[in-house]
């Protein structure tokens, strides 16, 4: 436990959300010395010599200040903060891996549930099944899963946490194989903002179960899921860069598009980024960094590689048999970029997308730039699209435009780069994925949202959480009541 200091005695000293303070009572019981008392988990105030580090999340340039930081140890301990949250009418943010564009696991001033202690995970290789506690990352889980010869699909980054990425939807290297990381959700436990603890699953609350498929933090904590486990020990995969010409670009995305449901790839067109194993004379020029990885045999999947191969003679070539938790690549723990992104979904790219593509990248300076293409289809496409709250299915490709920046002047230039190339790649889809959104308003979350989804969601969240205390999210506000 965090030792005490002066300025934890009594955290509620401002609050986020409207003025006044919290009941008096109230402030009482839950002065830090009491909250200390009353959680076996960690409860961390401002002073502390583990603050700082406990406020930081992935992305750069957010830097707030809770009036607590409390890391829960169960189920129980949620309902805790949960009650003090409604009671104190603090802002609470939810923290899982702290990975939201946003920041939207810190509060300023507020509560954090952060649910990073919270790591249990019991496999079960004959059932093919796992309980995960969501204070898991998509890496410690592949990684325990995989010595198994098992996984479920996360994304593409092994830090991001399985509470925020499964809430959302979950798209990565097994997405046309095996779908989003929710089509491999059979069950969640979830406490409710009146501090139930309800299990969720097709025949059990299934209004709720369809909501969390996609609807992110909107509708309560989870603390657990059930995840599907598929064998993976047949696995190839890793980096292959390849010159960024139109050619090379179009034909790459027409040879995803066609290759099996086995094979799922990222493709980044980006200058090249001064990687060891690149000529220095490469440094700088445009490249595809394409991660691809392929589920099954290493004689099919040779066979499966050899159009890519083929559409240029590559800069580097690391695509081999490997294991499945292989494919996350190693993190450095202080990189927190700030970055300008957008995310959008189009139809197609041809050759004169691609010319847009790379023209753009050529007219920015900015000294890390990307344009992520993620072709979609396989599994994911054939759920039903109102079969989860993830609405998407029946969108081609991915795409996640992004810009570093430093500093307030170079974000306007940034900000504005990424505007003008998504409008330049716009094929009139307006539909976002909730998970790579920033802070863009109403109207974007509900982009997320397509078709009747926005009015299931905002009827369901009416009914778990109608005073909207899980707010500081992707925000779904509950529907009005008729009258
Ligand atoms: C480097 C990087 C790579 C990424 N790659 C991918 C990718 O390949 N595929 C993909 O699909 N996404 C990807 N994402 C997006 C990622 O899925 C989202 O940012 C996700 O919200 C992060 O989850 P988290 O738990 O780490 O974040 P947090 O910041 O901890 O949580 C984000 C929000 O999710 C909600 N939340 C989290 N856990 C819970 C919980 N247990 N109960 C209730 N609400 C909760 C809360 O509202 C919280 O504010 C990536 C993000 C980054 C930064």
């Known amino acids: 436990m965090a030792s005490e200091s002066k300025s934890s005695k009594n955290f509620v000293t401002r609050r986020s959300n409207g003025g006044g303070a919290a009941p008096d009572a109230i402030r009482e019981r839950i002065s830090i010395p009491n909250l200390r008392a009353a959680f076996k988990g960690q409860v961390i105030a401002p002073g502390d010599v583990d603050y700082d580090a406990a406020r930081t999340v992935f992305p750069g340039g957010i830097d707030r200040r ?100 499964t809430l959302g939807g979950g798209v990565g290297y097994l997405v046309r194989k095996y779908g989003l990381t929710i089509d491999d ?16 699953d097709p025949e059990t609350n299934p209004d709720l179960f369809w909501a969390l498929r996609g609807g992110g933090g909107n509708f309560g904590v989870a603390t657990r899921f059930k995840f599907r486990l598929h064998d993976i020990s047949q696995f190839m995969g890793g980096i292959l860069i390849l010159p960024a010409t139109p050619d090379v670009i179009a034909g790459f995305i027409a040879e995803a598009e066609a290759a099996p449901d086995e094979l799922s790839a990222i493709a980044n067109v980006m200058p090249a980024p001064p990687m060891p194993f690149l000529p220095a004379e490469l440094h700088g020029k445009m490249i595809v960094l394409a991660l691809m990885a392929y589920t099954g045999d290493v004689g099919t999947g040779e066979r499966v590689f050899a159009p890519f191969r083929a559409l240029a003679t590559p800069l580097a070539d690391m695509v081999r048999p490997i294991t499945y938790p292989q494919m996350y690549q190693p993190e450095d723990e202080s990189y927190h970029p700030t970055a300008a992104a957008h995310n959008m979904f189009i139809e197609k790219v041809d050759r004169s997308v691609a010319e847009t593509v790379i023209a753009h990248l050529q007219a920015s300076d900015a000294v890390m730039r990307v344009a992520q293409l993620r072709v979609l289809g396989g599994t994911m496409e054939r759920v039903p699209v109102d079969a989860t709250a993830f609405a998407h299915r029946q969108a081609r490709i991915m795409v996640n435009l992004a810009a570093f920046y430093n500093g307030p002047e170079d974000q306007a230039v940034r900000e504005a780069w990424v505007k003008d190339f998504a409008a330049a790649l716009d094929q009139g889809n307006p539909g976002v994925y909730v998970n790579f959104l920033g802070d863009e308003g109403n109207k974007r979350v509900q982009a997320a949202y397509p078709g009747s989804t926005w009015a299931r969601l905002a009827a369901i969240k009416a009914r778990y959480d109608p005073a909207n205390l899980f707010r500081l999210n992707q925000n779904i506000p509950p529907a009005e009541k008729e009258s």
Do not use: C
Request: glycine content about 16%; cysteine-free.
């Open 185 to 200: 959700l059979l069950a969640a436990e979830v406490v409710t903002a009146d501090g139930q603890i309800l299990r969720a």
């Open 66 to 165: 809770p009036g607590v930081i409390i890391r829960v140890a169960d189920a129980n301990e949620v309902t805790q903060v949960i009650a003090l949250a409604r009671e104190s009418e603090m802002e609470l943010a939810v923290r899982s891996g702290g990975h939201s564009a946003v920041g939207h696991g810190l509060s300023e001033g507020g509560i954090v549930l952060d649910l990073s202690r919270m790591k249990g995970l019991q496999i079960d290789p004959e059932q093919r099944t796992a309980w995960a506690e969501t204070g898991l990352t998509a890496g410690e889980y592949t990684n325990a899963a995989g010595a198994y010869g098992l996984a479920t699909g996360f994304g593409d980054t092994a830090s991001v946490g399985i509470g925020g990425i």
